[in-house]
């Protein structure tokens, strides 16, 4: 199994900068992707951005050209570097990893606890 801790969540304001991080440990190998979901008040959870083994990055609409995913394999973490922030982008972000199984092929999916993150003058 993974494990996923996040961390730098916090309150700033309209126009602001965050940086969240994500420390995976646990069957690091295994892992396919990892990425960033967020879910907001009264609002489906979504994918925010995700990043596979291969470097290949995708990113939801609303934070395309203000959102940065990135990675650092020595140290199992993957961060989010949020730009220019909105009051909508206002959410409870959860760090994923997807786990790929060859035999039988399964996919399992892994979550951290969450970090808020609040945009507010």
């Known amino acids: 199994q993974v494990q996923l801790v996040e961390s730098g969540g916090g309150l700033v304001q309209p126009g602001g900068s965050l940086r969240l991080s994500c420390a995976a440990s646990g069957s690091i190998s295994s892992i396919s992707a990892m990425g960033w979901y967020r879910q907001g008040p009264g609002k489906q959870r979504e994918l925010v951005a995700a990043?596979?083994?291969?470097?290949?990055?995708n990113y939801a609409d609303p934070v395309k050209g203000r959102f940065t995913i990135s990675r650092d394999n020595a140290k199992n973490t993957v961060y989010l570097q949020m730009n220019s922030l909105k009051v909508e982008d206002t959410a409870v972000y959860y760090c994923?990893?997807?786990?790929?199984?060859?035999?039988?092929?399964?996919?399992?999916?892994?979550w951290g606890r969450g970090t808020q993150v609040t945009v507010s003058s």
């Open positions: 990043i596979a083994t291969g470097g290949s990055t």
């Open positions: 994923n990893a997807r786990l790929m199984q060859w035999s039988p092929l399964r996919t399992m999916d892994y």
